[in-house]
């Protein structure tokens, strides 16, 4: 709640013009590790990414079509969501699989935000990696994710509220170059990882090859990556890679999942259906509630409305993208009663905890996951149903 008055008032700070940041020029500096969403050049939509050329090059062939060639089965594709402090709920959830005998060896993993910082461990996928896990979301508090700037420097200028020196910090201490030849290891098995960001300067999503990064030894940019995907604009600076300036992946698209590029629809799967596993770390609908007619109040759920709808969508797009393939879809997001308080950033243990027992617990139940997204009035009900019908 104060985060959110907070940044009123910085908008309308810098609104009457209190601060002039220097000009900046355009970067014309082209990604080598970064694509589109579907797989297609950021500084050329209309041509597939180099990055992607051999997955691409048959008609009918895409990425999930070429992994499955080189793995041999149907792949298990893992997609973590944005969401805060609620990334408790995924890590929760990831370790409670394990430990219910049934979560697979992930094929591709794909992160944004909060889910991005979870997305590295999550591929690696041992129960020392899982144990990172629960380190990273039930053992931090705010001061290990931020700190506050003065009033004077946001007075004289300054490109976000809060300092994110302690995650930087965070993120080199669980992302280290041991971490990074094991991501590299799991490349070479075909086994491919990658973290969604918003570019503010080209408004588009661009969506890295951490697995491509990590072949490269940069570990720097790895990690900046990591800290750009989860960087909650205003809230938090942005983060400059090769002139470009980049905020929270959820910005933009709070879900990513690669291997439905491609410029044509792709054949029918090799090895039969594969899995597209989406764990949302948020509610996906909130229950009705009179508000208090305050501004903070109202910044607050109407900054939180838009972001479920973000997800909404997401899941949505997700989904027909996934029939399409011809995988199975599944989907598990947090529960209603689970106490998560009303601000992703609070980074509150309390709540963090209840979150991680929350997913850990559900991840044992037989039945966790659903099968198609709720129907919430935004997309007609015939064409939910025509999808389920036709594959």
Same mark, same amino acid.
């Given at each position: 709640?104060?985060?959110? !008055?907070?940044?009123?008032?910085?908008?309308?700070?810098?609104?009457?013009?209190?601060?002039?940041?220097?000009?900046?020029?355009?970067?014309?500096?082209?990604?080598?590790? =970064?694509?589109?969403?579907?797989?297609?050049?950021?500084? @050329?939509?209309?041509?597939?990414?180099?990055?992607?050329?051999?997955?691409? #090059?048959?008609?009918? $062939?895409?990425?999930?079509? +070429?992994?499955?060639? /080189?793995?041999? +089965?149907?792949?298990?594709?893992?997609?973590?969501?944005?969401?805060?402090?609620?990334?408790? %709920?995924?890590?929760?959830?990831?370790?409670?699989?394990?430990?219910?005998?049934?979560?697979?060896?992930?094929?591709?993993?794909?992160?944004?935000?909060?889910?991005?910082?979870? =997305?590295? +461990?999550?591929?690696?996928?041992?129960?020392?990696? @899982? =144990? !990172?896990?629960?380190?990273?979301?039930?053992?931090?508090? *705010?001061?290990?994710? &931020? /700190?506050?700037?003065?009033?004077?420097?946001?007075?004289?200028?300054?490109?976000?509220?809060?300092?994110?020196?302690?995650?930087?910090?965070?993120?080199?201490? &669980?992302?280290?170059?041991?971490?990074?030849?094991?991501? #590299?290891?799991?490349?070479?098995?075909?086994?491919?990882?990658?973290?969604?960001?918003?570019?503010?300067?080209?408004?588009?999503?661009?969506?890295?090859?951490?697995?491509?990064?990590?072949?490269?030894?940069?570990?720097?940019? &790895?990690?900046?990556?990591?800290?750009? *995907?989860?960087?909650?604009?205003?809230?938090?600076?942005?983060?400059?890679?090769?002139?470009?300036?980049?905020?929270?992946?959820?910005?933009?698209?709070?879900?990513?999942?690669?291997?439905?590029?491609?410029?044509?629809?792709?054949?029918?799967?090799?090895?039969?259906?594969?899995?597209?596993?989406?764990?949302?770390?948020?509610?996906?609908? +909130?229950?009705?509630?009179?508000?208090?007619?305050?501004?903070? !109040?109202?910044?607050?759920?109407?900054?939180?409305?838009?972001?479920?709808?973000?997800?909404?969508?997401?899941?949505?797009?997700? &989904? %027909?993208?996934? !029939?399409?393939?011809?995988?199975?879809?599944?989907?598990?997001?947090?529960?209603?009663?689970?106490?998560?308080?009303?601000?992703?950033?609070?980074?509150?243990?309390?709540?963090?905890?209840?979150?991680?027992?929350?997913?850990?617990?559900?991840?044992?139940?037989?039945?966790?996951?659903?099968? *198609?997204?709720? $129907?919430?009035? $935004?997309?007609?009900?015939?064409?939910?149903?025509?999808?389920?019908? *036709? %594959?």
């Amino acid at each position: 709640m104060q985060q959110t !008055k907070l940044l009123l008032i910085t908008i309308v700070l810098l609104a009457v013009g209190c601060a002039a940041p220097p000009e900046r020029e355009l970067s014309d500096k082209e990604p080598v590790f =970064a694509t589109l969403p579907n797989g297609f050049d950021p500084f @050329d939509p209309s041509r597939p990414s180099p990055i992607y050329a051999e997955a691409t #090059a048959t008609p009918g $062939d895409n990425l999930t079509r +070429h992994l499955e060639r /080189k793995r041999g +089965h149907a792949l298990n594709i893992l997609s973590l969501s944005g969401g805060g402090q609620n990334g408790a %709920f995924g890590a929760g959830f990831l370790i409670g699989w394990r430990e219910a005998g049934t979560r697979p060896e992930f094929d591709i993993v794909g992160g944004v935000s909060t889910g991005a910082l979870l =997305a590295t +461990h999550a591929l690696l996928g041992t129960p020392e990696d @899982d =144990a !990172k896990l629960e380190e990273m979301y039930t053992r931090i508090t *705010s001061d290990d994710v &931020y /700190k506050n700037r003065g009033l004077t420097r946001i007075l004289t200028g300054t490109d976000a509220l809060k300092d994110t020196a302690p995650l930087r910090e965070l993120i080199a201490r &669980y992302v280290t170059p041991e971490t990074l030849a094991r991501v #590299a290891a799991a490349y070479d098995d075909d086994r491919l990882l990658v973290v969604g960001t918003t570019n503010v300067d080209f408004a588009q999503t661009w969506v890295w090859n951490m697995s491509l990064i990590a072949k490269a030894g940069d570990i720097e940019l &790895y990690r900046d990556v990591l800290l750009a *995907s989860a960087s909650f604009p205003i809230v938090f600076p942005p983060v400059e890679i090769d002139g470009h300036l980049f905020v929270d992946g959820a910005a933009r698209s709070n879900v990513v999942v690669v291997g439905m590029g491609g410029t044509n629809r792709p054949d029918p799967p090799l090895h039969g259906p594969g899995n597209v596993y989406l764990i949302s770390n948020g509610r996906l609908t +909130h229950p009705p509630e009179a508000l208090r007619r305050a501004l903070g !109040k109202i910044a607050a759920t109407t900054v939180g409305v838009m972001m479920d709808q973000s997800m909404q969508t997401a899941v949505t797009r997700t &989904y %027909f993208g996934t !029939k399409l393939l011809g995988y199975n879809f599944n989907l598990v997001a947090i529960p209603q009663d689970v106490d998560i308080g009303n601000d992703p950033l609070a980074f509150d243990p309390v709540q963090m905890r209840s979150a991680f027992d929350a997913g850990r617990a559900l991840a044992k139940q037989p039945s966790p996951w659903s099968n *198609s997204p709720e $129907d919430v009035g $935004d997309v007609p009900s015939w064409a939910l149903r025509a999808i389920q019908e *036709s %594959f």
